[in-house]
Nanobody, 127 residues
């Protein structure tokens, strides 16, 4: 059974930083693209950032604007999301997701392309 466990969320002030982590168990981690999505109250879940199995192919949502960086450590079976210059609009529950297909040639970005999800970690940006 695949398990994804996120951590690192919290309450921060605007302009501060957070690093989210997601540890994956139960499948071959290095063969799958990984992504972070987020969902704010009353809004749909949206793609934030993704990193393909090859580590090189990374994608970011337009609203990230070079503030966030996604990375992965295959030996630790962990994907990270470093978030800098956080804004109140970044307040949401952040979810880690693992792609359904192995060795994808392009980075998946749609939620339907991901088959395994974590429980989420809350990020609140407020002064």
């Amino acid at each position: 059974q695949v398990q994804l466990v996120e951590s690192g969320g919290g309450l921060v002030q605007p302009g501060q930083s957070l690093t989210l982590s997601c540890v994956v168990s139960g499948r071959t981690f290095s063969a799958y693209a990984m992504a972070w999505f987020r969902q704010a109250p009353g809004k749909e879940r949206e793609f934030v950032a993704g990193i393909n199995w090859n580590v090189v192919d990374k994608r970011y949502a337009d609203f990230v604007r070079d503030r966030f960086a996604i990375s992965r450590d295959n030996a630790m079976r962990t994907v990270y999301l470093r978030m800098n210059w956080l804004e109140s609009e970044d307040t949401a529950k952040y979810y880690c997701a693992a792609a359904a297909a192995q060795y994808t040639t392009t980075m998946p970005v749609r939620a339907t392309q991901f088959v395994s999800w974590g429980q989420g970690t809350q990020v609140t940006v407020s002064s």
